[in-house]
């Protein structure tokens, strides 16, 4: 027996509901504050990745999906989102269109990743990403997105974590005081951090190891460190959140998992967790990434929540997906030429818009309806050997149990006013 790969799931019809849901209010939070859809290839060229994501991240390390194809090209199963938006905005010259742009993205990404709940091989994100604009304005409306969207659906007391780490000018002075403070304590930090003091300093700021996490505690400060620009900018934008009434808790740990950020970095996490695994969503901003890809200085900021991870605690606060529409009408029937007629009666009820399941098989009517019951339909029409002699037609109200004899031009009627949402 084959089973779905490790790590990947099926969304079976029945949890479909969350998933239209969360998808609904993500296209009305896009509409409200303009943002556009792109869609990108499911792989891209695994340098992509490697030059934007950066290849001291674990993602690049130890998670993508890489391979070659027939022409001997290495390509790479998208890990994340951010990077191919850029390719594509440079690529389609996005950059000649009025600025910033704003585009989303609802994706399949892979990562291979140990699984856990909340934590897949193949995930789903919701990202939107504002390019060509370094204006802290664009950060707070990101994050009012961000928070609005987790308002909308219903999720209460979502915890938002912000941090600065600055750009280039200032980033190096920092990461010297960082990289001085981390030799002091080499002897205590695992094998992945004793590297990462080396080549890439900041990561030791994301290490969840029970050994290394307490040195975060006393490690040197970004927000410390920030040149006047970055400063600036880091003030804008707690003004602006201030105005826009979001509450926020300054983290200087938090550092993100990918390489491009500058400047703003943020998190959101459901009430009462810490943990990586935990976090919703995550973004920042990005502003020497499109020039790293080939492209002009173009400042951007975005962010990107699994979507797995919104329905699993919409499902621990218990917050319950609209149900999705039922068939309107089930034809059953008894006898071959009633299922001739039922094929011709479903036919036309449908050429008008009517959704209807046909009975399939010759099971009994008691059968049918037992079926046309499990489906959630809100009518039958049942064409008996009785009926099919008189030209008739029996009409059940699914709900109410209650049937009577009509013409099927009769039955219709009261039909279109089910599928319409009356009565009878
Ligand atoms: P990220 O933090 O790597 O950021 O992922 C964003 C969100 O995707 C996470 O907060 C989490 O909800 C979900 N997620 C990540 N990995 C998994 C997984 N293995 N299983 C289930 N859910 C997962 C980014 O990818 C950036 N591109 C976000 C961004 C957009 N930054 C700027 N613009």
Known sequence: MYQAPRGTTDILPHDQAYWRYVEKEVVNICRLYGYQRIDTPVFEDAGLFVRSIGEETDIVEKETY?????????LTLRPEGTAP?????????????????????????????????????????????????????????VINMACGLYRHLGLRDMVLKLNSIGCRNCRPQYLKSLREYYSRKVHLLCADCKRRLERN???????????????????????????TECKGH???????????????????????????????VFEIYPPGEKGAQSTVGGGGRYDNLIEEIGGQPTPAVGFATGMERMILNLKRQNISAPTLPQPTAFVAFLGQEAKDKAVAYAAQMRREGIS???????????????????????????IGEEELREG?????????????????????????SRESGGES
């Not at 890489?66 to 290495?74: Q, T, V």
């Not at 201030?242 to 300054?250: K, R, Y």
């Not at 209807?356 to 049942?382: F, W």
């Open 66 to 74: 890489s391979f070659r194809d027939r022409s001997g090209d290495l």
């Open 392 to 416: 008739m037609i029996v009409w059940r109200d699914m709900v109410k149990g209650e049937q009577q004899r009509l013409s099927f031009e009769d039955a219709l009627s009261l039909v279109r």
């Open 85 to 141: 938006v850029c390719r594509a905005y440079l690529e389609h010259g996005m950059h000649n269109l009025p600025q910033p742009v704003r585009l989303y993205y609802i994706t399949p990404l892979f990562r291979y990743e140990r699984p856990q709940a909340g934590r897949y091989r193949q995930h789903w994100q919701f990202g939107f990403e504002g390019l060509g604009s370094s204006d802290p304005a664009l950060d707070a409306e």
């Open 234 to 264: 880091f003030d804008f934008l707690k003004k602006y959140l201030v105005i826009l009434g979001l509450e926020f808790d300054l983290d200087h740990r938090l550092v993100r998992g990918l390489d491009y950020y500058t400047k703003t």
């Open 356 to 382: 209807v399941i046909l009975a399939s098989g010759n099971r009994s009517l008691k059968a049918q309806l037992r079926h046309a019951n499990g489906l959630g339909a809100a009518c039958a029409i049942i």
């Open 201 to 227: 300093a900041l990561r030791l700021l994301d290490c969840k190891e029970e050994s290394c996490f307490p040195l975060t505690e006393q490690a040197p400060k970004s927000s410390e460190y920030l040149c």
